[in-house]
């Protein structure tokens, strides 16, 4: 299964962008889907996620600009990305968890996003 996120690019500060993240094929006991990203010289971190169940969880410095969803039919998580700043600036990455004899992950091949000032 490959994981293929797109929407990526170059925005101005308060702009917006839609990333998309969608499986090459069905994933089944999915218990998590998630975009990460990681800026160069840092870590990288969880920006948002949401459960199998709907619940979600962002990481503080995006609370009320990004919103993450998910299509459980198509296998595919987005985020909606609201009045960027330059610190947005990173390397996304889309994240399934998937849930069975142990916890695996699946990752996408990450998208960049760069905003301007």
């Known amino acids: 299964v490959q994981l293929q996120a797109s929407g990526g690019g170059l925005v101005q500060a308060g702009g917006s962008l839609r990333l998309s993240c969608a499986a090459s094929?069905?994933?089944?006991?999915?218990?998590?889907m998630g975009w990460f990203r990681q800026a160069p010289g840092k870590q990288r971190e969880l920006v948002a996620s949401?459960?199998?169940?709907?619940?979600?969880n962002y990481v503080d410095s995006v609370k009320g600009r990004f919103t993450v969803s998910r299509d459980n039919a198509r296998n595919a998580v987005y985020l909606q990305m609201n009045s960027l700043k330059p610190e947005d600036t990173a390397v996304y990455y889309c994240?399934?968890?998937?849930?069975?004899?142990?916890?695996?992950?699946?990752w996408g091949q990450g998208t960049q996003v760069t905003v301007s000032s």
């Open positions: 994240k399934v968890g998937v849930r069975g004899a142990r916890y695996i992950e699946l």
């Open positions: 094929e069905r994933i089944f006991n999915i218990n998590d």
């Open positions: 949401i459960t199998s169940g709907g619940s979600t």
